[in-house]
């Protein structure tokens, strides 16, 4: 059971390069997050998905756009990285949005920008 | 704005003691507040959590209390080991399926 699976692991980008990274879960959930994580800010949300068909911006989206596939698959893309960008994206999944159960995430990805 | 705040920013014991760590949030309808544990280059797993109608939650050496009038909650763990030194975060949900985090605690166990 690969629960949620980040790819690539790591990347490094040169400024102005886009990229997108790939989330997918097998556990049938309906709602799918992005967050990033950098030193000493804990895990900031960057766009969600609360079911196939649907996105929505958190808090800190400026720079990035989502695609939400299929119930599965959730991406997030870079169309110009930027040094600002350099940090460790998580992606996470929920059966229900309404529903107080716990997001499970993924092993994250590792983003550098020169 | 919704906002999580996180105490301490480190954390070291001895092996054998115990370790709290302290949130508290600022939204009064958040209704459910989990804990995760990360671990070095793995993404955060949950460990624990507690709704809102609950006042305490324990799971062998790990508890949780929540003080809904002062909005705070604490994550306890008790005969800390050397496998309990990671980064943890406290988190509480607001706005139905979104959940704000806290900044995180480096906790150190030593030998």
């Known amino acids: 059971n690969a629960g949620v699976t980040q790819t690539p692991k790591f990347q490094v980008l040169k400024t102005g390069q886009s990229m997108t990274l790939q989330c997918a879960q097998d556990m049938n959930h309906n709602s799918m997050y992005w967050y990033r994580q950098d030193p000493g800010m804990g895990l900031r949300l960057i766009y969600y998905?609360?079911?196939?068909?649907?996105?929505d911006k958190g808090e800190v989206p400026n720079g990035y756009n989502v695609s939400r596939l299929n119930k599965r698959e959730f991406s997030l893309r870079l169309e110009s990285a930027a040094p600002s960008q350099t940090s460790v994206y998580f992606c996470a999944s929920i059966f229900g949005g309404y529903s107080n159960q716990p997001q499970h995430f993924g092993d994250g990805t590792r983003l550098s920008i020169l | 704005g919704e906002n999580v705040e996180q105490h301490p920013s480190t954390l070291s014991v001895q092996e054998g003691d115990s370790a709290v760590i302290k949130c508290t949030y600022s939204?009064?309808?958040?209704?459910?507040f989990p804990w995760y544990k990360q671990e070095l280059g793995k993404g955060p797993q949950l460990i624990i959590d507690?709704?809102?109608?609950?006042g305490e939650k324990k799971d062998q050496r790990i508890a949780v209390t929540l003080n809904k009038t002062a909005k705070h909650f604490s994550l306890h763990i008790t005969e800390t080991q050397p496998e309990d030194s990671a980064v943890y975060f406290c988190?509480?949900?607001?706005?139905?399926?979104?959940?704000?985090f806290g900044t995180g605690t480096r906790l150190q166990v030593f030998p």
């Open positions: 507690i709704r809102s109608n609950v």
């Open positions: 998905s609360a079911s196939e068909g649907t996105t």
């Open positions: 939204d009064s309808a958040s209704n459910y």
């Open positions: 988190a509480a949900r607001y706005n139905t399926d979104k959940l704000i």
